[in-house]
């Protein structure tokens, strides 16, 4: 195996695909000449596929699994049919992970869906960018495909995941923010 071979099988290989259904922010309808005056907050801007990218590969890494691993960013109305499709759940929600079954799941990790809308919302509850909460998704659905599931391994995910939010410089996670709401 030649060197370009080794380092590709190495490599993470990513891919961050935008829903062309996502309603853009209305200053984002008017001209490139007066959208340098647009009110669109910097931190509650879509991030840069590119930036997507690299993070993801790093995350990727960092949990140590293997394969293609495809995110999509979309609407809640597309997780919302996700969700009911395939967890019979007729709900939105912020992330669904799809890991690869069959044939060429060796290759191949699996799939996110991230709704932007909804981690719009909870940037904004969190007091951060929209950027860092698409990498709070990215990292839990990661840990997902990695066979982790923090509904049953009596908090096993958790730890993971505080773990390597340290590690790539995150917040809180989402797991964290569900045990706090369910304090008294």
Do not use: Y
Request: with cysteine; glycine share 6%.
């Amino acid at each position: 195996m030649d060197s370009e071979a080794a380092r590709l099988k190495l490599v993470p290989r990513t891919m961050i695909l935008l829903d062309p259904d996502l309603e853009p922010h209305p200053a984002l309808r008017i001209t490139p000449a007066r959208m340098a005056a647009a009110a669109i907050p910097r931190d509650q801007r879509i991030p840069a596929a590119r930036a997507l990218s690299r993070f993801l590969a790093e995350a990727q890494s960092a949990i140590r699994l293997r394969g293609q691993v495809t995110v999509l960013l979309t609407t809640d109305a597309c997780l919302r049919k996700l969700n009911r499709q395939f967890r019979g759940k007729d709900k939105s929600t912020d992330v669904l992970s799809f890991p690869a079954e069959g044939i060429g799941a060796e290759q191949i990790a699996g799939d996110l869906a991230i709704s932007v809308p909804t981690a719009q919302k909870q940037a904004v509850e969190q007091g951060h960018s929209l950027a860092t909460e698409i990498k709070v998704l990215i990292l839990h659905g990661l840990l997902h495909l990695a066979g982790h599931d923090h509904e049953s391994d009596a908090g096993k995910m958790a730890r993971r995941e505080g773990q390597l939010r340290a590690k790539l410089g995150l917040p809180q996670g989402l797991i964290e923010r569900v045990a706090m709401v369910k304090k008294p």
